[in-house]
């Protein structure tokens, strides 16, 4: 008759627990990021430059602040699009300008700089003239695309309420500021996977190993 020493089973399974729960942290690992809150108030100036034949106008804007977060002071969007809803009477802002069903025009983007790090995006928004007060006052969504230094693979949405001043002529440069409040996050620097799936190889020789001596 065979005797297994159950005892002995459990003395040499504690290792592989151990050695299991170890790859698992470095799996949890490796699905972790960096998360970086962002509220931030920035000084704009916008152009609006219509596209002659249409009733389409190309838009870009400026930001600055100096104590931006993560030393993100400054602030463009280029190659955006906008025309007035007839139904609403609002400007709506796009970057892909088929959308207006105009074709060949360069795709707009976001990008967030100034310290040597960037965060790149794509940006929606509507804004309704406020003739009263002479103002332009909108809001949209920014989506992080992508990074670059410290933001190398972020993603996030900024959510952005902005208000400019309005001129007589629908071409000048209108001054105001955005408020955006959202966050980003990108992944951490940690080791490969592969990594892990290598340490559980190694668990499982080692611990045949030792069941081979002890019953051999």
Do not use: W
């Amino acid at each position: 008759m065979i005797k297994i020493n159950m005892r002995s089973h459990s003395i040499c399974l504690v290792p592989l627990v151990f050695c299991l729960l170890s790859v698992g942290a470095n799996t949890a690992k490796a699905n972790a990021q960096t998360i970086y809150p962002f509220d931030v108030v920035y000084d704009t100036e916008v152009t609006l430059i219509p596209i002659l034949s249409t009733d389409v106008s190309k838009a870009f804007v400026s930001g600055l602040n100096s104590d931006a977060p993560y030393g993100l002071r400054n602030f463009s969007s280029i190659n955006n699009y906008s025309r007035i809803d007839p139904n609403t009477g609002n400007l709506v802002f796009v970057q892909d300008a088929t959308k207006f069903g105009l074709q060949g025009l360069p795709i707009g983007r976001d990008e967030f700089f100034g310290s040597g790090d960037k965060l790149f995006g794509r940006s929606s928004a509507t804004a309704a003239f406020d003739f009263i007060n002479r103002k332009l006052v909108g809001s949209g969504t920014i989506t992080i695309t992508g990074g670059a230094g410290r933001f190398n693979g972020a993603t996030g949405i900024f959510n952005f309420s902005e208000i400019e001043s309005l001129n007589v002529d629908p071409t000048a440069l209108l001054r105001g500021q955005a408020f955006l409040s959202g966050s980003f996050q990108t992944p951490q620097q940690i080791p490969e996977p592969k990594t892990a799936a290598t340490l559980f190889g190694i668990c499982v020789i080692g611990i045949n190993s030792i069941l081979r001596r002890r019953y051999l």
